[in-house]
């Protein structure tokens, strides 16, 4: 029996869920090595990487970070199987559970708060001096006003963000650090964002920067770990696209798309997480605790989204510590809401990269690795 390398939670949890079949056992992801297998949390919560091809290369086979194999390739989240061995499919140890929807909407919110709350104890119980990424969205405002931690928002000076974030840290009696961006620092992390996520493809990129400039503030100033809202467009149906059913979504039903959300969260996690990392923060995603998570997906169809509200029933609980003006707020993507997106295509403009190029952005930060140097996909 070989020794155990776990991230996110002790052994015991794990060789019980194992055992158990249990995909949500209390934790906030895990992934590593225990007992000579490999073994990566249902929603992909901690990242884990595999060689590609480990006959032709030297050890390590696997890692946490992709940085540290030749050819990464990211182990499925679900999955268990021996260290070595070919790639298991996705869910095939721990499977995203679908249980009866709870038909009693306040029973509903009252269990989705007390999940939020036993979460966010959780985060505040492991003794680090956390701050928070505040973008004056619902999410973001939730996660700060239970862990009472400091507020940092992130963004061009003119951008959405940093005047919602303003305004939110306002309603809420709360004092704002803001993160003035400039377009040199764009220039300056998009090799860092990139070495540490691995990705070069130019969303990805522009979702992490924000993460990746706000986190080097928060670690300057002293702080241990960085607290996000992630996940709750996911689990809660934040998105447009689970009420419009259009050709983003394979599923018929506003249930049915919220759940493809949940699923892609194991590809985009990582990027995340590496990147909160990278600035040498611990990254907190409260709101992706497996309490939430299992209260989540007991919500009935009215408490998820239509087109008149998303995320009725996180909103509802939100309601409870926020002043409606910030519970009841919707928000810009991060990377729209920052300016980034905007700031990275007149950067890539101004370097020859015209936007009659295929994916011109992409290939302008494949342009800033030096030396022939690639970030595998």
Aim: with cysteine; net charge negative; charged share 30%.
């Amino acid at each position: 029996m070989t020794e155990p390398t776990i991230r996110g939670a002790d052994p015991v949890t794990v060789r019980n869920a194992l055992a158990d079949a249990d995909p949500l056992p209390g934790t906030t992801g895990f992934a590593g090595e225990i007992d000579g297998r490999l073994v990566r949390d249902v929603l992909g919560r901690v990242p884990l990487f595999v060689e590609t091809d480990p006959a032709a290369s030297p050890n390590p086979t696997w890692a946490f970070e992709p940085s540290a194999l030749e050819e990464p390739t990211l182990f499925p989240a679900g999955a268990a199987a021996p260290v070595g061995e070919s790639l298991p499919e996705p869910e095939s140890c721990w499977s995203l559970p679908d249980p009866t929807p709870e038909p009693n909407h306040e029973a509903a919110i009252d269990a989705l708060e007390r999940a939020v709350r036993t979460a966010s104890e959780t985060v505040r119980e492991d003794d680090r001096d956390i701050a928070v990424a505040f973008s004056g969205g619902v999410d973001s405002a939730l996660v700060a006003e239970l862990l009472d931690a400091p507020l940092y928002v992130v963004g061009f000076p003119d951008s959405h963000d940093v005047a919602a974030a303003r305004t939110a840290a306002d309603a809420m009696g709360r004092e704002l650090t803001v993160v003035d961006l400039e377009p040199a620092d764009l220039e300056r992390a998009v090799p860092e964002v990139a070495r540490a996520t691995g990705r070069t493809n130019a969303m990805d990129i522009q979702i992490a920067l924000p993460l990746y400039l706000v986190g080097e503030r928060v670690a300057a100033d002293g702080f241990d770990a960085l607290a996000v809202g992630q996940g709750a467009d996911e689990l809660f149906g934040g998105y447009e696209k689970v009420v419009r059913l259009d050709h983003r979504v394979a599923a018929e039903t506003t249930r049915g798309a919220v759940r493809e959300g949940i699923r892609s969260l194991p590809k985009q996690l990582p990027r995340d997480v590496l990147t909160i990392e990278a600035t040498g923060l611990e990254p907190a995603a409260p709101l992706l605790h497996d309490a939430v998570v299992a209260a989540a997906l007991r919500l009935p169809d009215a408490l998820l989204a239509d087109e008149d509200e998303r995320k009725r029933g996180f909103r509802r609980v939100a309601a409870r510590y926020l002043p409606a003006e910030v519970a009841n707020r919707d928000k810009k993507a991060v990377q729209y809401g920052s300016l980034v997106a905007r700031e990275l295509d007149r950067l890539a403009r101004q370097a020859g990269y015209k936007r009659r190029m295929d994916d011109h952005v992409t290939k302008y930060v494949a342009s800033l690795l030096v030396d022939g140097e690639t970030a595998p996909e």
